[in-house]
Nanobody, 125 residues
Framework: QVQLVESGGGLVQAGDSLTLSCAAS????????VGWFRQAPGKEREFAVA????????YCADSVKGRFTISRDNAKNTVYLQMNSLTPEDTAVYYC??????????????????WGQGTQVTVSS
């Protein structure tokens, strides 16, 4: 079992930066790929970015490419999401998820086994 807790969300202005953290507890977290998903009001949950278990491979959705960076520190059981140049369209609840998929950087929600409770990010214009 892996438990995930997101933190770092908040209210920011357009153009600002924000860093989210996903802290994990439980066994063998370092063996799992981790992804960040987000869900805006009235919309379906969408994939944002993922990182492989080793941290050697990352993959970003086109909507965040060049602005969002994912990293991990397996010694601290923590994954980070650095978000730059935020826009109101980035407003959503952000979830981290861990999964043991055949894919190094899973992009489907169904490929993840464990989810956090989410953290709200609101970007004002």
């Amino acid at each position: 079992q892996v438990q995930l807790v997101e933190s770092g969300g908040g209210l920011v202005q357009a153009g600002d930066s924000l860093t989210l953290s996903c802290a994990a507890s439980g066994r063998a977290f370092s063996r799992y790929a981790v992804g960040w998903f987000r869900q805006a009001p009235g919309k379906e949950r969408e994939f944002a970015v993922a990182i492989s278990w080793s941290g050697g491979t990352t993959y970003c959705a086109d909507s965040v490419k060049g602005r969002f960076t994912i990293s991990r520190d397996n010694a601290k059981n923590t994954v980070y999401l650095q978000m730059n140049s935020l826009t109101p369209e980035d407003t959503a609840v952000y979830y981290c998820a861990a999964g043991n998929s055949w894919r190094a950087t899973p992009i489907l929600a169904s490929e993840y086994d464990y989810w956090g409770q989410g953290t709200q990010v609101t970007v004002s214009s």
